[in-house]
């Protein structure tokens, strides 16, 4: 009875030790023809929730831009994968890519990483046009970057960030005579952002990505 029990003992352990070894990251079913929303009653807010391991993926064949220029006759992303979760109320979509480089940075003839969601504003059988919609029927668009992203994780918005080897002979709101005073070289960095003192979204500080 003892040495039953010892080989039943290391059968146990055995089938614990492969389960622990090769138990790695679930692969989410995969999808195929469209996205497949999965239904919960909590929509998850972070990219490694567990909760997308069970949203069906899909993978979508990216086009060509060869419409305008500048026309992009070779893609550097051929495919996104794409999952979705809903409560009924709000949907929440997961993309990935593969990506070599990290472009974040805010400079002139780059784009930088990104990614749009476009939903019609209304459902129906017959959709809108996919270049934003069309007259009288309206889209909605959700667009992230890693721009703003970067900007939300704490990275400093100023010339020397952007370009570390700029040279700045003065900027006003930085002069000597306002250090002591930072509501005064508030205001003054104010006037010299005029989109910010105007409360343009798009000129930040951005909260969210």
């Given at each position: 009875?003892?040495?039953?029990?010892?080989?039943?003992?290391l059968?146990?352990?055995?089938?614990f030790a492969f389960y622990w070894f090769n138990r790695?990251?679930?692969?989410?079913?995969?999808?195929?023809g469209e996205v497949q929303a999965l239904f919960l009653e909590s929509i998850p807010v972070k990219a490694d929730d567990q909760a997308w391991q069970d949203a069906p993926r899909y993978s979508a064949q990216l086009l060509l831009q060869d419409i305008v220029d500048p026309r992009l006759m070779k893609p550097s992303t051929t495919q996104v994968k794409v999952q979705s979760i809903t409560n009924g109320r709000e949907v929440a979509f997961l993309m990935q890519w593969e990506d070599t480089t990290v472009n974040d940075l805010p400079v002139p003839a780059s784009f930088a990483d990104a990614c749009a969601v476009q939903l019609p504003s209304t459902?129906?059988?017959?959709?809108?046009?996919?270049?934003?919609?069309?007259?009288g029927r309206r889209v909605e668009i959700t667009?992230?970057?890693?721009?703003?992203?970067?900007?939300?994780?704490?990275?400093?918005e100023d010339i020397k960030t952007i370009y570390p080897n700029s040279a700045v002979d003065h900027y006003p709101f930085q002069a000597p005579s306002l250090a002591s005073n930072q509501a005064e070289q508030e205001a003054m960095a104010q006037r010299y952002?005029?989109?910010?003192?105007?409360?343009?979204?798009?000129a930040g500080p951005r909260t969210q990505p």
């Open positions: 009875m003892k040495r039953v029990a010892f080989i039943l003992l059968i146990a352990i055995a089938g790695g990251p679930k692969e989410p079913p995969a999808s195929t459902s129906s059988a017959d959709l809108p046009a996919p270049q934003m919609g069309e007259e667009y992230w970057s890693a721009i703003w992203q970067a900007t939300v994780n704490g990275r400093e952002a005029p989109a910010r003192a105007l409360q343009n979204a798009m």
